[in-house]
Each structure stands twice: as structure tokens, then as C-alpha cells.
């Protein structure tokens, strides 16, 4: 692994910019950041938590990012999940303080509930569920949203849950 391989790669391969961890990026950012766009991403899963748990953890602050010179940053919520609502406010602050510095702010919108599986049928990609995560995203100042492409419908109505009409389905 080399943050400057990774870099060069993505300035060769017409990247539009490098989304990474304070880490990665502080390695390069002194030689690279005026040359192809830094986003940092300022959470993620630390995965060694066992029992494993849909959430979110503060790794770094708006603040380091710009001092890096990066353009924007870059966030996921697990939208649906035990912690979600605290990653919303984490994050809505996050970005709120990264529009006063002049950023831009993607959100990693994903979906994680074990409700949102019944039997053999996954609702995590549903277009009526993601689109409410979006919504969401968009609330919260998320200027670039990114979210899995739903591959079915009618979450609601399947496992009985949210706010929903019929008319939103066929209408």
C-alpha cells in the first residue's frame, strides 16, 4: 500500500478528485493536494468491535481536512441503524462547519436494519427506502449524495413500517 502510488494512479487515470482518511491523505497532501482534489472522509467503521454494529466513528475533524487543503469532505450514515440519529447530528454539524470553510460535502447514504429484510426479499436497495435516505442526506447538507442504485420497491408496504400512500407506487 502507497498513499502516492494511489495518487499518481488517480491523477493518470483523469480522476476527478481522491477521497480518503486523514491518514492516507496527510501522508500526500503536502505534495499532491494542489494537483488533483482531496476529499477526506472524517468517519467510518472501525470493524473490530465484536459484535460487529452498524456504526459510524469520528476519525478526524473538518478543520485537519482543510488545513490539508482539501475541497470537500466526506461522510457515510447508516441510516435506519441503532446510532443513526447520533451520526445524523455528527454529521450535519461536520458539514455545516465545512460549508462555513468554503467545502463541499458527499454522503455515503447507506441503509442498515434487520428489519429491512424479510424472509427471502432484502429492502436495503429498495427505491422507496434509499429514496428517503437521500432525502435525508440532502437535509442534513450533503451536497453530493452517494447511494446504491435500488434494484426494488415497496419497502414500506413489506415490512409494515414508515410513512406511505399507494399513490406512491402507482401514481
Not at 90 to 115: P, Q
Not at 144 to 154: A, D, F, H, W
Amino acid at each position: 500500500f502507497d498513499p502516492e502510488n494511489i495518487v499518481k494512479l488517480a491523477m493518470e487515470g483523469g480522476c476527478s478528485a481522491v477521497a480518503s482518511t486523514l491518514g492516507v491523505l496527510s501522508i500526500v497532501a503536502r505534495k499532491y493536494a494542489h494537483k488533483i482534489p482531496f476529499v477526506m472522509k472524517f468517519n467510518h467503521n472501525e470493524l473490530l468491535s465484536y459484535p460487529n454494529r452498524h456504526d459510524q466513528t469520528l476519525f478526524a475533524s473538518v478543520e485537519q481536512a482543510y488545513d490539508m487543503g482539501c475541497v470537500a469532505v466526506g461522510a457515510t450514515v447508516y441510516f435506519g441503524s441503532e446510532d443513526s440519529r447520533r451520526q445524523i447530528e455528527e454529521v450535519s454539524e461536520m458539514f455545516e462547519a465545512a460549508h462555513d470553510l468554503g467545502m463541499g460535502t458527499i454522503l455515503w447514504c447507506y441503509l442498515r436494519n434487520k428489519a429491512f429484510k424479510t424472509g427471502d426479499k432484502d429492502f436495503h436497495d429498495s427505491a422507496d427506502l434509499t429514496g428517503q435516505a437521500n432525502h435525508l442526506g440532502a437535509s442534513i447538507g450533503a451536497d453530493i449524495v452517494k447511494q446504491m442504485l435500488p434494484t426494488t420497491n415497496r419497502g414500506y408496504p413489506t415490512i409494515k413500517f414508515g410513512k406511505y400512500h399507494e399513490k406512491m407506487y402507482d401514481t
